[in-house]
């Protein structure tokens, strides 16, 4: 469906709103030794391509395939096993590319971004945000809460990587280049009003100083780190005392070395930020667990 007005919505206020942020003299974040936790062991997860760490069970992951399956969502635990496999009803899986956890407004949200445009021929891409559910059946469904349609203010763009700073309410996006020139760093608010979601345009916040092949990102829950991923390396954007994610992501990033993986895509902090948690999209399928210092 083709969206009759977009709402431009302010890029610099959700930056630049007071939250927590690395201290001037602090350390740069530092990581432990990688290492392998498990193999998924669900056949049905044959991409995972996004992961984000359960707001209200303890040690349960969110995981989705990338295009070509239907519109699901997996509840995995550190030991392989699938908890749930729960539809999503009232969304579609066009290219279903990442996924994040967060708090907003005391609630835990998850929200799934369908923003894969390989071809960069997509008018618009999808965010759907779903409430976190209480209780894991094996099967059963999930509703969207909301479903907000996207419009970049430059023309469209293929992005895999997308994150919410749920100490300010902010959307991050970075965009996935193929053969030239550099990721771009889009943000807009969440919306006001879940019921009734305005379309929204995504502004371009800056040119980012990173490998092209951008595949999944995160924000810690405490908003003081953002961290990219690549097919090699992933990249750390701390923040400093008083400043937004414009400021952060203007810096050179810190390198976080990773393993080799086959063809990773997906990211996530654990549920505490201690830890950064990957898979791959290849069976089989592995739960990498990467420990802060």
């Known amino acids: 469906m083709k969206p009759t007005a977009l709402l431009a919505l302010p890029l610099l206020l959700p930056l630049l709103l007071a939250s927590p942020a690395l201290a001037d003299d602090e350390a740069p974040p530092a990581w432990g030794e990688a290492r392998k936790v498990c193999d998924l062991e669900d056949k049905q997860i044959k ?13 349960v992951f969110w995981t989705h395939n990338d295009s070509g399956d239907s519109a699901r969502l997996f509840a995995i635990d550190a030991e392989g096993r699938t908890r749930a496999t729960l539809a999503v009803e009232g969304a579609q899986a066009v290219d279903w590319e990442d996924l994040c956890a967060f708090t907003w407004r005391e609630r835990a949200w998850l929200l799934v971004a369908d923003t894969g445009d390989n071809d960069r021929k997509r008018e618009h891409v999808v965010l759907y945000l779903i409430e976190e559910p209480a209780d894991l059946p094996a099967t059963g469904s999930l509703r969207v809460a909301a479903r907000v349609e996207v419009r970049y203010e430059d023309g469209p ?3 895999e990587s997308v994150a919410v700073d749920e100490t300010s309410g902010t959307v991050l996006l970075v965009t996935k280049q193929r053969l030239s020139g550099r990721p ?14 305005a379309p929204v345009l995504a502004r371009k916040a800056a ?3 990173l490998p092209p092949l951008t595949t999944a990102m995160d924000v810690a829950p405490d908003g ?13 954007f701390p923040r400093r005392a008083g400043e937004g994610w414009v400021e952060a992501f203007g810096r050179a990033p810190v390198v ?7 063809q990773g895509e997906a990211l996530c902090f ?3 930020g201690r830890s950064l948690w990957l898979t791959s999209e290849k069976r089989p399928t592995p739960l990498i667990e990467l420990p802060r210092r």
Do not use: M
């Not at 991409?47 to 040690?59: D, M, P, V, W, Y």
């Not at 003081?224 to 750390?236: F, K, M, N, P, S």
């Not at 976080?256 to 086959?262: A, N, T």
């Open 47 to 59: 991409e995972s391509s996004g992961l984000a760490a359960s707001r209200r069970h303890a040690g």
């Open 157 to 159: 763009h293929d992005c």
């Open 184 to 197: 771009g760093l889009y943000t807009f608010p969440l919306p006001e009003d879940l019921a009734r979601p």
């Open 207 to 209: 040119e980012l100083n």
């Open 224 to 236: 003081r780190l953002a961290v990219v991923l690549t097919y090699g390396d992933a990249y750390a």
């Open 256 to 262: 976080v070395k990773l393993p080799p993986r086959r």
């Open 270 to 272: 654990g549920h505490d």
